[in-house]
């Protein structure tokens, strides 16, 4: 999908992914080490919903958590258990870094949402939503937040001219009518190349390997993922086309 502005050029290359299907849940893991920032402030208040199936309903629940809201607390935020298909694959906006460091793509329903724990992505929450098996809507939310967003800034965060900085990985973007009050592009969506997917309980052993005192954000966002309820791992269904 897209980036920061800054590295546009790096961005061109970018990838996002589909739908996911789903196997087995696995217990959370034990609380966070007293090294990491705490994410125990990063709840949905009433009414705002923890397990957001819209890009409108991410952003809501963005703008309500404690500000500065950080790429954890949004993830330690959402509902569990946690559905999430990791990849390898480095042909991204958000390259993954090997098995240690995963592409993480969680699902609700038709969104998708994604992050990375280190690279260039490390700052950005990506979103697709699905409106067909190989087609979906783009936006991005660059953290920390600061202050309230308004309700086009997903979309706009990834413009480029006539279109978004997605369209050259992909192709057939056309203007997504449906929504109404921003400049929204919808184009063709895979899921990650064959042979790049990264176990889940491979990566699960991060927590305990990583050092916050060396990586503290890489630990923070791998806390959040696993430190705050069950994860499942997920498949992407047999007619989302892949990536190459």
């Known amino acids: 999908m897209v980036g920061k502005k800054s590295v546009s050029s790096f961005l061109i290359v970018a990838l996002t992914g589909g739908l996911i299907g789903c196997t087995s849940p696995f217990a959370p893991l ?9 994410t125990d402030s ?3 208040p009433s009414g705002i919903s923890n397990s957001p199936k819209t890009i409108e309903e991410a952003l809501s629940l963005v703008n309500s958590l ?11 935020s959402l509902a569990r258990p946690l559905k999430m298909s990791l990849t390898n694959n480095i042909l991204s906006a958000q390259p993954a870094n090997g098995d240690r460091s995963p592409r ?12 990375v724990p280190e690279g260039v992505g490390q700052d950005l929450v990506e979103f697709s939503l699905v409106t ?18 308004p309700a086009d800034a997903p979309y706009k965060q990834v413009l480029l001219g006539a279109g978004t900085i997605c369209r050259s990985c992909h192709g057939g973007e056309t203007r997504a009518t449906q ?25 699960r052993a991060e927590v305990a390997l990583c ?3 060396v990586e503290k954000k890489r630990c923070e966002i791998i806390d959040a993922l696993f430190n705050n ?3 499942q791992s997920e498949d992407f269904p047999a007619d989302m086309p892949y990536f190459f």
Do not use: H, W
């Open 179 to 203: 929504v109404t009050f921003a400049e929204a592009y919808e184009s063709k969506a895979f899921q990650p190349p064959m042979g790049s997917k990264v176990d889940i309980e491979a990566f």
């Open 211 to 213: 050092d916050p005192k």
């Open 30 to 38: 034990p609380e966070a080490t007293s090294e990491l920032n705490s």
């Open 66 to 76: 404690p500000k500065p809201v950080t790429v954890p607390c949004f993830l330690a």
């Open 132 to 149: 067909a098996p190989d087609r979906s809507i783009k936006a991005e939310i660059e953290f920390p937040v600061l202050d309230i967003l």
């Open 229 to 231: 309820g069950a994860v």
């Open 104 to 115: 993480v793509f969680i699902i609700n329903d038709n969104l998708l949402i994604s992050v």
């Open 42 to 44: 990063c709840k949905a």
